[in-house]
């Protein structure tokens, strides 16, 4: 059975903290993604990571960072937590190429930054 | 900003009634892929299309792929309170293999 966890499902952190949120795939995908979901956006994609050490921005990078030092390990970082970074965080990951390469998501983080 | 939108964002039907969501991107895509998420779970795959025109059913659910490779629609045919869920449409662009650009998805309440 395929998984995708993430370290905690509901995180409250102050301002200006520095927050880590983890997420281990055990499918051995090249593959992995940061979003972040609020009502009316969607599911914003934040940074993306296709292999060990290697990332992309996405479209709301600003204020995050990440680190892939491991292949199913995918961490994102929030520098200085601010209040308008309180969202659900979702991490998913995905095989590379071919056909029907589903993303797998985790349960998902609830941080609030007071 | 997000380049991938969806409408309607929430829709309200009478179970039996059909429900359709419209997904339109700003540009090409090599692929689009359909997930549902239901009240405080995670998305879940339920399809990917390719091909320009494409269009592939999942019993009561039909998917359509635009000629043009930039919009998509779901239509779900006599809706049922299983059918409760934000159903999210994500696209890879063409040249950015592998980066799932996610829509801003629909929410459907279904009324017993």
């Known amino acids: 059975d395929v998984k995708v966890t993430q370290s905690s499902r509901y995180l409250v952190k102050r301002t200006g903290e520095k927050v880590f949120l983890e997420c281990v795939q055990d499918m051995d995908h090249e593959n992995m993604f940061w979003y972040r979901q609020d009502p009316g956006l969607g599911l914003r994609l934040i940074y993306f990571?296709?292999?060990?050490?290697?990332?992309e921005k996405g479209d709301i990078p600003e204020g995050y960072s990440v680190s892939r030092e491991k292949k199913e390990r995918f961490s994102l970082i929030l520098e200085s937590a601010s209040t308008n970074q309180t969202s659900m965080y979702l991490c998913?990951?995905?095989?590379?190429?071919?056909?029907?390469?589903?993303?797998?998501f985790g349960q998902g983080t609830r941080l609030t930054v007071v | 900003g997000q380049q991938v939108m969806q409408i309607p964002q929430y829709q309200h039907v009478q179970e039996g009634e059909d429900f359709t969501t419209y997904c339109n991107s700003s540009t090409t895509l090599s692929n689009i892929q359909w997930y549902k998420q239901r009240p405080g779970g995670h998305p879940v795959f339920l399809i990917q299309l390719v091909k320009s025109g494409e269009v592939k059913k999942q019993k009561r659910l039909t998917f359509q792929f635009g000629e043009a490779k930039k919009n998509s629609s779901l239509h779900i045919t006599a809706t049922q309170t299983t059918d409760v869920g934000t159903y999210f449409c994500?696209?890879?662009?063409?040249?950015?293999?592998?980066?799932?650009?996610f829509g801003t998805g629909t929410l459907l309440a279904v009324q017993p």
């Open positions: 990571s296709y292999d060990v050490k290697m990332k």
């Open positions: 998913a990951s995905r095989r590379q190429g071919g056909w029907n390469t589903e993303a797998f």
């Open positions: 994500a696209g890879e662009r063409g040249g950015a293999t592998n980066k799932l650009i």
